[in-house]
């Protein structure tokens, strides 16, 4: 473990806080508002709590959480302080429906690999409502909110995943002078520095900038580490006048030792590789039951290996009100990411002469007791030899976004029909550059990429990797042209709809890597273009001026490469150029509720979403190529989010989800989705006690078994010829249930002492496992941080 370096962030951060003269006489609130000026339409009286929002950030959507006929969840700073929850995927704990994945070879390259209603979100999610494409692990050190909007979302912001998306909102300038910040250390070493200021200018200008320090280890791991620093200042001007203007920015760099995962075997279900004959099968699978799980600290990589990210974006927004109740704003940004790495993997149990067979000397190596009397005289040796082959996975990716939003909205009256309305244009270039990576100097010989099963050895000497000349390139350039409208028929009845056209062009050009004497590679180049009309639309009816009914149905597409940039030649590849896009659909009932004084949010819906022509597969005649494929997610989530009673404060949902493939191949037709549980639970909740000037907090977290493979029979049949049965490795993840919980001392008016303690039972459990099911990331034990809030 490396030492905690006084880097010059932490030396500034640390200077800020020594400063007397940064104090001011009045304690101003650490959580100031952006001044932003909204169309005035017509609204019930809301209140927001430290859990409850009342509105999202974006303008596409003109009303209120409680007359929006969509399930969006707000994850608010405060309720994300509480539980300090320091990334994305920690905070997204706190709505149900969400799940982790490790990807194909557990070699994803998004830093957030999240699943969301049993489909793949990693690619949707926005900071700003401006897609994010960056590799890099999403911290919450500039987040002020984040919102999950769960279903098709096209009309919102174009090609996307089926489940809907996740919009980060970040920390802008307020006129409102306040310095906060968190000094952490906590299990692992871990050490956490970050800081929030905000200073006024003038009467209508002000600066604010956030800075965040981390170093140390992952709870429960060997040798993994996370080291970061980031940086994001704001400039304001014109706050509280017509014409407001921001400028802001954010760096993040951050270097760590990747997770290649830990071996699968021996954990309850899972099973030995099936391509050794039927006879062996047998015995290894009977012998399961007493082959221990290795530690699930182990470290199966190399002491080499290495993440470096680097995540730079710069964006200009300005609002201006051009008469009361209408507003243009413009939105420009520029953003890149860089990411390099060497991950080692690993995979099932290497069955080999040396894992088992005849006893050539019993003495020095004696056999082990067998379950079942062994076939043809095969005598299963001691697990402590058994090996597992490690997969070292050399990557890099650079991602680039330039983009231009410009939005009209406004309020209108036709007769009887008040109109909450706007429209915009939208222009964005995305490139993906993708380097292959090959072996340079001597190859390492082939032992040492064999781990022992239980003493791994991570100073064993790997290759060297570097740039072979192969690559991919791929962009999309994107102009779309959206409307939207809320109309307010009567005082009861509202009708929300909402229309995206856009116009995309997709081009990938792989490189392949020079072969001698050739002095360049053979370039394939492939393009695809379309356009796509993305539509929503919802009923409201309000039995009272709190309260709601609705029902909505909403569209999205998800054009070949639209994902990843990369389209392929194979003609049954759903990437390929010839293809029709995937379209997702969502038919929603819900019904929401703004209880005791508008500070208690409860909502509950019913949806079903669909994906079709998710699969290719060739004909009758061989220039043929049938599109077909169609999964259903049915379900219905509960929520209760704000203040039940004054200083007490609940953020609780539940999620029930029947996740199936109605149409696929003939081993896919009628299974479930992997990685969609059907029950996911979430709590937390919060009580203050005045006079002691104590804060006290209670988590949970419940997620259902799952699976890893998409067949509808995971048992297989024997072969007579190979002895297959069914999947190898581990096929389901077991359901969890983990207890968090906080305590926390107002020591001063400047300082709180805060507690959080995770897992609080010490739960092992699974928070992802690869596709393959041979490696899985151990979910974090019972561990604490220990954090120091300070505000001025």
Same mark, same amino acid.
């Given at each position: 473990m490396t030492m905690f370096r006084m880097t010059p962030l932490a030396a500034a951060v640390l200077a800020v806080y020594a400063v007397p003269g940064m104090a001011q006489a009045a304690e101003p609130s650490a959580t100031a508002e952006r001044a932003v000026a909204l169309p005035a339409v017509k609204v019930e009286d809301s209140v927001e709590t430290p859990y409850k929002a009342d509105k999202v950030q974006s303008p596409k959507f003109s009303e209120p959480l409680v007359n929006t006929p969509q399930t969006i969840t707000v994850i608010k700073k405060e309720l994300i302080q509480e539980r300090v929850a320091t990334t994305l995927t920690e905070a997204l704990r706190n709505t149900p429906g969400i799940t982790l994945q490790q990807g194909e070879n557990g070699n994803s390259t998004s830093g957030d690999a999240i699943s969301m209603r049993g489909f793949d979100t990693q690619n949707s999610i926005f900071i700003d409502n401006i897609r994010d494409l960056g590799t890099a692990v999403r911290d919450t050190f500039n987040i002020e909110q984040i919102e999950v909007v769960k279903g098709p979302s096209g009309a919102d912001n174009g090609r996307g995943a089926t489940s809907g998306y996740i919009n980060l909102s970040s920390k802008l300038p307020s006129l409102e002078d306040f310095r906060a910040g968190t000094i952490s250390y906590g299990s692992a070493e871990r050490r956490r520095v970050t800081a929030d200021l905000n200073q006024s200018i003038g009467s209508n200008s002000a600066v604010r900038l956030n800075l965040l320090g981390q170093d140390g280890g992952v709870a429960g791991r060997d040798h993994i580490e996370r080291q970061s620093w980031g940086v994001a200042p704001s400039i304001a001007f014109g706050l509280d006048t017509p014409t407001r203007v921001y400028l802001f920015s954010q760096h993040i760099q951050q270097n760590n030792t990747p997770d290649g995962g830990v071996p699968t075997v021996g954990l309850s279900g899972y099973r030995f590789s099936n391509s050794v004959p039927q006879p062996i099968q047998q015995t290894l699978d009977a012998a399961d039951r007493d082959v221990a799980a290795p530690d699930s600290k182990n470290f199966y990589g190399f002491a080499q290996d290495f993440e470096d990210i680097d995540a730079n974006m710069f964006t200009a927004k300005i609002e201006h009100d051009l008469a009361p109740g209408v507003a243009v704003r413009n939105t420009a940004r520029y953003g890149k990411s860089e990411q390099q790495r060497v991950l080692t993997g690993v995979n099932a149990v290497t069955v080999t002469d040396g894992a088992f067979g005849q006893n050539a000397d019993p003495a020095a190596n004696p056999p082990r007791p067998e379950p079942t009397p062994p076939p043809d005289g095969l005598t299963l040796r001691d697990p402590s030899a058994y090996t597992v082959a490690r997969s070292v996975q050399a990557t890099g990716r650079t991602n680039e976004i330039m983009t231009n939003q410009t939005n009209l909205t406004g309020t209108l009256k036709t007769g009887i029909v008040e109109h909450a309305l706007g429209g915009g244009l939208e222009f964005i270039y995305e490139k993906q550059f993708t380097p292959a990576y090959a072996v340079v100097g001597d190859a390492t010989p082939t032992a040492n990429l064999q781990a022992n099963l239980y003493n791994p050895d991570r100073n064993a000497t790997r290759a060297n990797y570097a740039r072979n000349g192969a690559y991919t390139d791929g962009q999309t350039i994107t102009t779309a042209v959206y409307l939207f409208d809320t109309l307010h028929i009567t005082d009861r009845w509202l009708v929300n709809g909402s229309l995206r056209w856009e116009r995309y062009e997709t081009e990938t050009q792989t490189v392949a890597a020079p072969v001698a004497p050739a002095t360049s590679g053979l370039a394939t180049r492939l393009e695809a273009a379309d356009n796509l009309l993305s539509w929503k639309t919802g009923v409201v009816y309000k039995p009272t001026a709190i309260s709601s009914v609705y029902v909505s149905y909403a569209n999205s597409f998800q054009p070949p490469g639209g994902a990843n940039f990369s389209l392929s030649a194979t003609s049954t590849n759903i990437a390929n150029p010839n293809l029709d896009p995937t379209e997702a659909t969502n038919a929603e009932v819900g019904t929401k509720w703004d209880l005791f004084g508008g500070k208690l949010a409860a909502t509950a819906a019913l949806f079903q979403s669909t994906n079709k022509n998710e699969l290719a597969r060739a004909g009758d005649n061989p220039d043929q190529v049938i599109q077909f494929g169609k999964r259903e997610v049915k379900g219905v989530e509960l929520a209760l989010v704000g203040e039940v009673l004054p200083n007490w404060n609940v953020s609780a949902g539940v999620t029930r989800q029947d996740a199936e493939i109605t149409?696929?191949?003939?081993?896919?037709?009628?299974?479930?989705?992997?990685?969609?549980?059907?029950?996911?639970?979430?709590?937390? #909740? *919060?009580?203050? $006690?005045?006079?002691?000037? !104590?804060?006290?907090?209670?988590?949970?977290?419940?997620?259902?078994?799952?699976?890893?493979?998409?067949?509808?029979?995971?048992?297989?049949?024997?072969?007579? #010829? *190979?002895?297959? $049965?069914?999947?190898?490795? !581990?096929?389901?993840?077991d359901g969890y249930t983990l207890i968090d919980a906080m305590v926390a001392y107002e020591a001063t008016k400047n300082l709180t002492v805060q507690l959080n303690g995770y897992n609080l039972f010490d739960e092992d459990y699974i928070a992802a496992i690869n596709n393959g099911g041979s490696r899985y990331l151990p979910g974090t034990p019972a561990s604490y941080l220990l954090s120091l809030n300070l505000k001025f």
């Open positions: 149409e696929g191949t003939e081993t896919s037709d009628g299974a479930g989705a992997r990685f969609t549980p059907e029950w996911n639970a979430t709590l937390w #909740t *919060t009580y203050r $006690v005045v006079p002691y000037r !104590l804060q006290f907090g209670v988590g949970a977290q419940y997620v259902d078994s799952q699976v890893r493979s998409e067949t509808n029979n995971p048992n297989g049949s024997v072969s007579a #010829t *190979t002895g297959q $049965v069914g999947l190898t490795n !581990l096929y389901k993840v």
